[in-house]
């Protein structure tokens, strides 16, 4: 790779979030969110708040949202409440712009591919089973309840990242390192997790979010890019 090139570096692998950056099941999780605080006359769910639960594993996201509008919930009878209801909307997600379009070409490239996702292995099988077609394309899967994932080690911990290479590495017998990894993300806690990890990590924010985002130079500290859709990707630019 030349000079000019991210890193002088070859990308050799690439790690994807999955809520809000590949289906557009933040939309979904805004919605259901937005049904209870409704009813506690509360809300509604704003992108300053959400930035801060994005990417975050249930207990902890559904936490702080309760602690944050002051629910008179437990987050038990809270995640009852919008576990019923986002079992009835997980069905309708479907895949963002550009993101099966990604994953094919990736994978038509044999560039490994990993999945590492907040979300647990019940969550994740409720918003894929109808998208087979881009999901079985990952060579290696972790979700929020992986044993091999800590608890406490959610994002925005490097935790998950450094699982599924690891699972990339040992299903190909490679020596990928971090540095030679995209990390793909959306949200905040995700994209400190890429970097933390040492990844060159491209974040896709949701649109709504973009007047919360505040510097995103500083943010991003020269380690990736902000990109408005997966469709705006350079390949060339990182060698893929």
């Not at 975050?56 to 602690?67: R, T």
């Not at 479907?94 to 979300?119: M, Q, R, W």
């Not at 979010?209 to 943010?219: N, P, T």
Request: hydrophobic share 35%; with cysteine; glycine share 10%.
């Amino acid at each position: 790779m030349t000079n000019d090139k991210l890193n002088d570096k070859i990308i050799k692998a690439c790690l994807f979030d999955m809520d809000g950056l590949l289906v557009n099941t933040e939309d979904i999780y805004t919605i259901t969110c937005n049904e209870i605080l409704e009813k506690y006359n509360k809300g509604p769910l704003t992108w300053d708040v959400k930035l801060q639960l994005q990417g975050l594993p249930g207990f902890e996201a559904g936490s702080k949202l309760i602690e944050h509008y002051k629910l008179p919930l437990t987050f038990e009878e809270f995640n009852r409440m919008n576990v019923a209801s986002q079992d009835l909307k997980w069905p309708t997600c479907e895949f963002l712009p550009g993101a099966l379009d990604l994953l094919t070409y990736l994978h038509g490239k044999n560039v490994p591919i990993a999945l590492c996702t907040s979300s647990n292995q019940t969550k994740f099988h409720a918003k894929t089973s109808h998208l087979t077609e881009g999901f079985k394309l990952f060579d290696a899967v972790t979700t929020g309840d992986d044993p091999k994932l800590a608890n406490g080690r959610g994002k925005p911990c490097p935790d998950i990242w450094q699982i599924g290479l690891k699972k990339l590495n040992e299903k190909y017998g490679t020596k990928i390192t971090p540095d030679e990894c995209i990390v793909f993300e959306d949200g905040k806690p995700g994209v400190i997790s890429g970097k933390a990890f040492g990844g060159n990590v491209v974040w896709v924010p949701h649109h709504d979010a973009y007047d919360h985002l505040g510097d995103v130079e500083a943010f991003l500290e020269g380690r990736g890019e902000m990109l408005n859709s997966l469709e705006d990707l350079d390949k060339a630019k990182y060698g893929l």
